[in-house]
């Protein structure tokens, strides 16, 4: 059996499962799988709306009396730790069996537990018949604050959208510089900027660039906002995210779609495109290839789908 470092669990709704799987080959190069993926990569939780729980596996046997003799093998010595029974697919082990098992891994541990601030969290869970112990860490999910921004459209992407760019985008990569271009009120630049990115956004309509600054000030965030067309803006990026217009609050054509394309591909060598409709050609004209691709349906919309292209020079 191949060890591995992390243990990632995953959690989407049916209308999420092809952006979850996308960000999972994004990130580590492979799909996850039953909502789980095994790793030995090491990916903030923040990265992605999809990562539940991280686990650093400190152990790992097929039978759960081994577990518990390698727990104690392990000679573990901390106060005020607790433990957590993780859930994952395919796991029926029933919830007095689990207590029990909490129990059984909280007496091979010498310390004093505490449950309500506890200084460490380890975990235990049962997946494709091996048991696994170790180090738990859960995704927070102060970010779903951001839906209460001042300004926002009824068709702007969700924030679990926002939040898939942005991973995909800078691969966790903290130090690259991001473009937002036709960033409208700004979802996609608080999101960035609540995960630490560095981001700028541009658009072309005046107002958008006021309600963009506005929805930053209220979350206390700085960022740089160009009220420029991007055929216009003369810097350099490592990535850049394009939402495309969809016809509705902004104009837009065929021919529009291409220039953003192609004007976006002169500024940046990684570009990431949200559309409704397929841009293949677009794409291809300027100069990009389409590293990966998936759909992702809007929750609640009929028939609202949105194609997420991932495109190299």
Same mark, same amino acid.
């Given at each position: 059996?191949?060890?591995?470092?992390?243990?990632?669990?995953? %959690?989407?709704?049916?209308?999420?499962?092809?952006?979850?799987?996308?960000?999972?080959?994004?990130?580590?190069?492979?799909?996850?799988?039953?909502? *789980?993926?095994?790793?030995? +990569?090491? *990916?903030?939780?923040?990265?992605?709306?999809?990562?539940?729980?991280?686990? =650093?596996?400190?152990?790992?046997?097929?039978?759960?009396?081994?577990?518990? !003799?390698?727990?104690?093998?392990?000679?573990?010595? &901390?106060?005020?730790?607790?433990?957590?029974?993780?859930?994952?697919?395919?796991?029926?082990?029933?919830?007095? /069996?689990?207590?029990?098992?909490?129990?059984?891994?909280?007496?091979?541990?010498?310390?004093?537990?505490?449950?309500?601030?506890?200084?460490?969290?380890?975990?235990?869970?049962?997946?494709?018949?091996?048991?696994?112990?170790? &180090?738990?860490? +859960?995704?927070?999910?102060? #970010?779903?604050?951001?839906?209460?921004?001042?300004?926002?459209?009824?068709?702007?992407?969700?924030?679990?959208? @926002?939040?898939?760019?942005?991973? &995909? @985008?800078?691969?966790?990569?903290?130090?690259?510089?991001?473009?937002?271009?036709?960033?409208?009120?700004?979802?996609?630049?608080?999101?960035?900027?609540?995960?630490?990115?560095?981001?700028?956004?541009?658009?072309? %309509?005046?107002?958008?660039?006021? !309600?963009?600054?506005?929805?930053?000030?209220?979350?206390?965030?700085?960022?740089?906002?160009?009220?420029?067309?991007? +055929?216009?803006? /003369?810097?350099?990026?490592?990535?850049?995210?394009?939402?495309?217009?969809?016809?509705?609050?902004?104009?837009?054509?065929?021919?529009?779609?291409? %220039?953003? &394309?192609?004007?976006?591909?002169?500024? @940046?060598?990684?570009?990431?495109?949200?559309?409704?409709?397929?841009?293949?050609?677009?794409?291809?004209? @300027?100069?990009?290839?389409?590293?990966?691709?998936?759909?992702? =349906?809007?929750?609640?919309?009929?028939?609202?789908?949105?194609?997420? #292209?991932?495109?190299?020079?």
């Amino acid at each position: 059996m191949t060890r591995r470092n992390y243990l990632y669990s995953f %959690n989407y709704d049916i209308h999420n499962s092809n952006l979850s799987k996308l960000v999972s080959r994004q990130l580590f190069n492979e799909d996850e799988k039953n909502k *789980v993926l095994l790793s030995n +990569k090491r *990916v903030d939780l923040l990265i992605s709306p999809f990562i539940k729980n991280r686990i =650093e596996i400190i152990t790992v046997s097929k039978s759960y009396s081994e577990l518990i !003799q390698k727990i104690k093998h392990e000679k573990i010595k &901390i106060e005020a730790f607790n433990v957590e029974y993780v859930i994952l697919e395919g796991d029926s082990t029933e919830f007095s /069996n689990r207590k029990r098992k909490l129990r059984d891994v909280g007496f091979s541990i010498e310390g004093t537990p505490n449950f309500k601030t506890p200084t460490i969290t380890y975990s235990i869970c049962f997946y494709n018949n091996t048991w696994y112990f170790g &180090i738990l860490s +859960k995704h927070k999910v102060d #970010w779903y604050k951001k839906k209460k921004k001042p300004y926002s459209f009824s068709n702007s992407i969700g924030m679990d959208i @926002a939040k898939t760019l942005i991973s &995909i @985008a800078t691969e966790e990569n903290k130090s690259i510089k991001l473009l937002d271009v036709c960033c409208g009120v700004g979802t996609i630049m608080l999101e960035a900027c609540a995960s630490g990115f560095n981001i700028d956004g541009c658009d072309i %309509n005046p107002k958008r660039c006021e !309600q963009t600054n506005k929805n930053l000030d209220f979350y206390g965030y700085s960022s740089t906002v160009y009220s420029s067309d991007i +055929k216009n803006l /003369n810097k350099k990026y490592d990535a850049a995210i394009i939402d495309l217009p969809y016809n509705m609050y902004s104009y837009s054509n065929d021919l529009a779609t291409a %220039n953003i &394309i192609k004007s976006t591909a002169k500024v @940046a060598n990684r570009v990431i495109i949200v559309s409704i409709a397929d841009i293949k050609s677009s794409i291809k004209n @300027a100069g990009l290839v389409i590293q990966d691709y998936c759909t992702a =349906e809007k929750r609640g919309k009929s028939g609202s789908v949105r194609n997420i #292209w991932v495109c190299m020079k």
